[in-house]
Nanobody, 111 residues
Framework: QVQFVESGGGSVQPGESLRLSCRAS????????MGWYRQSPGHEREMVAT???????NYADFVEGRFTISRDMDRNAVYLEMNNLKPEDTAVYYC?????YGRGTQVTVSA
């Protein structure tokens, strides 16, 4: 059974940082693609950043160098370091692993 443990969301002011963490279980092998998606009210879920098992990364254009994704392949864990957060980054952030999503963690950026 696939399970996710997500943490790290919260409320911050513009310009501050947060680090999201996620560990996925239920796979007996290294997960091929892990990453983070987000969804804000009235918008569709969108990709933020992903990393495949060879270390290649993909970032959404809106990241603009502010976020860094990393993984612990042995633990099937994925992290997202978010710097210089903006109000438009406010959303529920979902851990992603090979087509499955976690329950999400709320990130709120406001003055």
């Amino acid at each position: 059974q696939v399970q996710f443990v997500e943490s790290g969301g919260g409320s911050v002011q513009p310009g501050e940082s947060l680090r999201l963490s996620c560990r996925a279980s239920g796979w007996s092998f290294t997960i091929y693609r892990m990453g983070w998606y987000r969804q804000s009210p009235g918008h569709e879920r969108e990709m933020v950043a992903t990393m495949i098992s060879d270390g290649s990364t993909n970032y959404a254009d809106f990241v603009e160098g502010r976020f860094t994704i990393s993984r612990d392949m042995d633990r099937n864990a994925v992290y997202l370091e978010m710097n210089n957060l903006k109000p438009e980054d406010t959303a529920v952030y979902y851990c992603y692993a090979n087509g499955d999503y976690g329950r999400g963690t709320q990130v709120t950026v406001s003055a």
